[in-house]
């Protein structure tokens, strides 16, 4: 069984998500998208863990800066896509598309999505039905295109709509308010309701199921590449 704790990191500038992922079976720790190191490490000596893994979703600076320090702390593994081998600084362990990467028993599948940039990779929990989108698919938007096609991301984000319903789900930012206008109908009312309260509770609007983010997110619910695609002319 995995346990997921969001940190947030940058707050205030970009916001990001760093999680710590512990693994109750073995007591096994990862840290997910190490955006920067001081709260990472404030969580890691909160809860008396030390982190093994050091995974990544993309080689974006406020997704790994945190790496290195925590690394020289910890002794931790620098696990991510092997195609960000030479942008990852420092990776010892490089993974491809349908790899699977243990966390003590909890298992990893990885799946490729570029989009964002080439080599991202999306972090499935199968058993768990925990997925990590990093910076592809946010509650309510989607990453921008800094290195890939649209075509390309629409390829990507149908590897996530083909995911169960009952996956939750956690992004690489709290970028949930900028999506609200957005929210229509009775799914659109009940969404906006469950992330206004954990929102003004101070909490993350996150996890939301996959479900939930079908019916709401703009860029989930469109049907046809071509109208993706118009999108981004
Ligand atoms: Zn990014």
Known sequence: MLEVIPILCRAGQMDNYAYLLVDKNTGTVAVLDASEAEPIIEECERKKIRPQFLLNTHHHFDHVEGNAELKALFGAKIVGAAKDKSRIEGLDISLNDGDVFKIGDSEARIISADGHTIGHILWYFVQDKVLF????LFNLSIGGL???TPEQMWNSLQKIKQLPDDVLFYPGHEYTAYG??????EAGRKYAEKVQKRLSE???AGPISLGEEK?????????KLQDFCRLFN
């Open 133 to 136: 989108t990093g910076d592809t």
């Open 146 to 148: 800094f290195e890939g």
């Open 180 to 185: 609200m206008n957005a929210l229509e109908g």
């Open 202 to 204: 101070g909490k993350p």
């Open 215 to 223: 019916e709401c997110n703009p860029y989930l619910k469109i049907d």
